[in-house]
């Protein structure tokens, strides 16, 4: 076996352990015990996290942030990355210390030149764009840990009126127009709630374990209706255009030949103070017919304003 190969092998090897000795190494390679702490040494001097420990029962050990071996990739397969880093782009916070620019400077470094002329002129062609917020979300790597162990939280909550303590269990975490939003199973009122990650004042992991009988894609995708409320409203040809940018109302809208249409649907009873501060926004490019509760929040906000004004 050629020293590259060896080397290369031995990369995986200690990336594979936590902890081992000169003697383990010299066994899997059927080298020398001499040979195994130079190449080892090597190793160390290219930047691969390994330390020795002292003493009766000491050997090496790799730090918990280890070094992958080199994966080589196509020129598709790069601009696939590339490709998704864009997507990444404009959020301030993500989660796991995530280095985009570490990444890609090492990933670019070792392209061709005619691979790195056409990665050069990716940025100025393709864009996914966001809203780049200012504000911070610095739990994103907590969330996602707890979630994974089923960990219930303490959390202090930023809401509208007042700071509150929350207990919940998180059951993921997602991107969207430019935030980062926690579903979580709030103990409180025994349902699950979606929380802006970047208005949790505090989070402390309590170690106790509660089981959610749903995953992040199941909840995005399949909300159960528990108790149902028709929500039936008239939509002028800009209130359809703005309806089709929402997810959850873009195949209940019903257009008509005279450009204008309507939204006919069934939503849950917990979505109505949601569901009536989008339809105060529309302003007069919808009216809704029913539900009254939603009718009636629109017109006191209409009032409250109009006095705001006076």
């Not at 040494?41 to 070094?67: A, C, D, F, H, V």
């Not at 039936?232 to 929402?246: F, P």
Request: with cysteine; aromatic share 12%; net charge neutral.
């Amino acid at each position: 076996m050629s020293k590259t190969k060896l080397l290369f092998d031995l990369i995986m090897y200690v990336n594979t352990k936590r902890s081992f000795t000169a003697q383990d190494v010299a066994y899997e390679f059927n080298v020398s015990l001499r040979t195994a702490h130079r190449y080892l040494m090597e190793l160390s001097e290219m930047g691969i996290p390994i330390y020795t420990e002292q003493g009766r029962n000491g050997g090496y050990r790799t730090l918990k942030s280890r070094t992958l071996p080199p994966i080589l990739f196509d020129e598709e397969e790069a601009f696939a990355i590339f490709f998704a880093f864009q997507s990444l782009k404009y959020f301030r916070s993500l989660p796991f210390s995530i280095n985009i620019d570490s990444v890609s400077r090492k990933l670019y470094s070792s392209l061709p030149d005619d691979v790195k002329s056409k990665i050069d002129r990716l940025e100025s062609v393709l864009l996914f764009w966001s809203k780049k917020r200012s504000v911070p979300s610095p739990y994103l790597k907590e969330i996602i840990e707890a979630s994974i162990k089923d960990h219930m939280v303490m959390i202090e909550y930023y809401s509208k009126t007042e700071n509150k303590i929350k207990e919940v269990k998180p059951i993921g975490t997602y991107a969207a127009d430019g935030f980062w939003y926690m579903p979580a199973f709030d103990m409180e009122h025994k349902t699950i709630r979606l929380f802006r990650v970047d208005r949790i004042l505090s989070f402390e992991d309590t170690k106790r374990v509660f089981n959610v009988m749903t995953d992040l894609e199941n909840w995005l995708t399949n909300h159960v209706v528990k108790t149902p409320v028709r929500l039936h409203a008239k939509l002028t040809r800009e209130g359809i255009r703005q309806c089709q940018s929402e997810p959850w109302l873009e195949s209940n809208i019903i257009s008509s030949e005279n450009g204008n249409g309507y939204v006919d649907m069934e939503v849950d009873q917990s979505e109505i103070p949601f569901i009536s501060e989008y339809f105060f926004r529309l302003g007069i490019n919808a009216k809704v017919i029913e539900p009254n509760e939603v009718i009636d929040y629109i017109k006191h906000q209409t009032l409250q304003l109009l006095n705001h004004y006076l």
